[in-house]
T-cell receptor
Framework: NAGVTQTPKFQVLKTGQSMTLQCAQD?????MYWYRQDPGMGLRLIYY???????DKGEVPNGYNVSRLNKREFSLRLESAAPSQTSVYFC????????????FGNGTRLTVT | SQELEQSPQSLIVQEGKNLTINCTSS?????LYWYKQKYGEGLIFLMM?????EEKSHEKITAKLDEKKQQSSLHITASQPSHAGIYLC??????????FGKGTSLLVTP
């Protein structure tokens, strides 16, 4: 049972480059999320998708776009990477929008130079 | 949004000792989640608490939610090196996602 799978695991970008972080879950969960984790800042929500076909901004959406491709997949795109986007990115999913635990992927470590 | 304060920020304990980590909310907690993160890895779900006064245990880890539902504690009995990592509390806020505390880093020494 794979759970939540994120690719790639590591990535180095130059300022201005673009990339898409991929996330897929095999638990038939309705809701999916993207967080970033930075030292001293904790986990901050970037975007989420409460159900297939919907996406909403979280706490720190600037510089990012998302696509809920289908029920399984939720991608995060950086159109023009900036050094401030150097972070560890986590994708997560849950069965319901509340009162159920998030299941996390292992993260993507992104460095923007 | 809901603020979650964790204390202490970091903890070093000797193997075999007990320890407690606290998570305090500025608002009533309607769902409180505890996670463990090993260094460089993802978050592992430990326990979820919903009712005031609720207590849950898994192996040597016990989590409690106070009656007023504004504070939770995580207690580890007879700590082992395998308990080392970062412990985070998260809470359902008024939207659709979890807010998280900044985490407590635990190191267990021989």
């Amino acid at each position: 049972n794979a759970g939540v799978t994120q690719t790639p695991k590591f990535q180095v970008l130059k300022t201005g480059q673009s990339m898409t972080l991929q996330c897929a879950q095999d638990m038939n969960h309705n809701s999916m999320y993207w967080y970033r984790q930075d030292p001293g800042m904790g986990l901050r929500l970037i975007y989420y998708s409460a159900s297939e076909g919907t996406t909403d901004k979280g706490e720190v959406p600037n510089g990012y776009n998302v696509s809920r491709l289908n029920k399984r997949e939720f991608s995060l795109r950086l159109e023009s990477a900036a050094p401030s986007q150097t972070s560890v990115y986590f994708c997560a999913s849950r069965n319901r929008v509340q009162a159920s635990p998030l299941h996390f992927g292992n993260g993507t470590r992104l460095t923007v130079t | 949004s809901q603020e979650l304060e964790q204390s202490p920020q970091s903890l070093i304990v000797q193997e075999g000792k007990n320890l407690t980590i606290n998570c305090t909310s500025s608002k009533t907690l309607y769902g409180l989640y505890w996670y463990k993160q090993k260094y460089g890895e993802g978050l592992i779900f430990l326990m979820m608490l919903q009712k005031g006064g609720e207590e849950k245990s898994h192996e040597k880890i016990t989590a409690k939610l106070d009656e007023k539902k504004q504070q939770s504690s995580l207690h580890i009995t007879a700590s082992q090196p395998s308990h080392a990592g970062i412990y985070l509390c998260g809470a359902d806020n008024s939207g659709y996602a979890l807010n998280f505390g900044k985490g407590t880093s635990l190191l267990v020494t021989p």
